[in-house]
């Protein structure tokens, strides 16, 4: 995934998203060894929860992904947690940090829950989402 577009998901920028997305960008693309903020192997949706800003441009980036068919279920490439995008979002909830918007988090787990997010997945340590 180009870095613009790691940038992009870090400060909520839908238009770049988009514009990347229209040029032929793979909506479950995934993060690579170089990115500034997130886990290599992780898809936009894993890292939502994580970007320096979560705000209400985030929870539109969120429809907006998974409007152009961003997996709700999809784990991690190439790394053995077997993480999903609603474990990743959970457990980004108890970090206290004043650019993270917990209203905008507790939304955006709303709308993964709505498209389909499996609440029983388990992670490599036989966790669920719930019993993280």
């Known amino acids: 995934m180009p870095d613009d577009i790691d940038t992009a ?18 909506v479950n693309d995934v993060f690579g060894e170089d990115t500034e903020q997130f886990i290599e192997g992780d898809n936009m ?9 979560v705000t209400s441009r985030t929870v539109e980036l969120a429809r907006l992904l998974l409007q152009r068919g961003a997996d709700v279920n999809r784990v991690a ?40 997010a499996n609440v029983n997945h388990k992670n490599r340590g036989g966790t669920t989402a719930l019993g993280t």
């Open 9 to 26: 998901v870090n400060e909520g920028d839908v238009s770049a998203v988009v514009a990347w997305l229209d040029a032929g960008g793979d």
């Open 45 to 53: 949706l894993m890292a939502l929860g994580d970007a320096r800003s």
């Open 77 to 116: 490439v190439g790394d053995d947690s077997n993480y999903s995008p609603l474990q990743c979002l959970i457990e980004a909830l108890p970090i206290r940090n004043q650019r993270r918007d917990p209203a905008a988090l507790i939304e955006i787990l709303g709308i993964y829950l709505a498209a389909g």
